[in-house]
């Protein structure tokens, strides 16, 4: 894992425990929707994804949070509620990674704190296999 990996990490863990990002689920930025559903781009955003909060690390707006989509070579799709490839890998997040931070975001009584600890393990865990 390479150092700027590791220091984005380390951000994003920060940033998630900071209480400056709500947290949505169900997609990287969550947008207030008006009665009849339409989305409202001048709002604040209801929330983010811990993968949005990445990508406003990152420096992406909302609605480009919004309109990202993800390339899977695996599954052979591109899909969106993930971070591209390109800014994924500048945390050093595979497809997995993406889809299990996505997971545990989502998941009934997810705070981003219990996101922010398994980043941590998950880090110490890189850094581990680096020593061997």
Known sequence: ML?????????LIAALRSGEFAQGTGALCEFQRDENGDILLDEKPKGYCCLGVAGKLLGYTDVELRRMK????AIGQS???FLTNFAADKFGFDPGMQRELARRNDEVGSTFEKVAAFLEQWLRSQEELEQL
């Open 79 to 81: 899909i969106g509620g």
């Open 3 to 11: 150092q700027e990996q590791k220091d984005n990490v380390t951000k």
């Open 70 to 73: 993800s390339n899977f070579p």
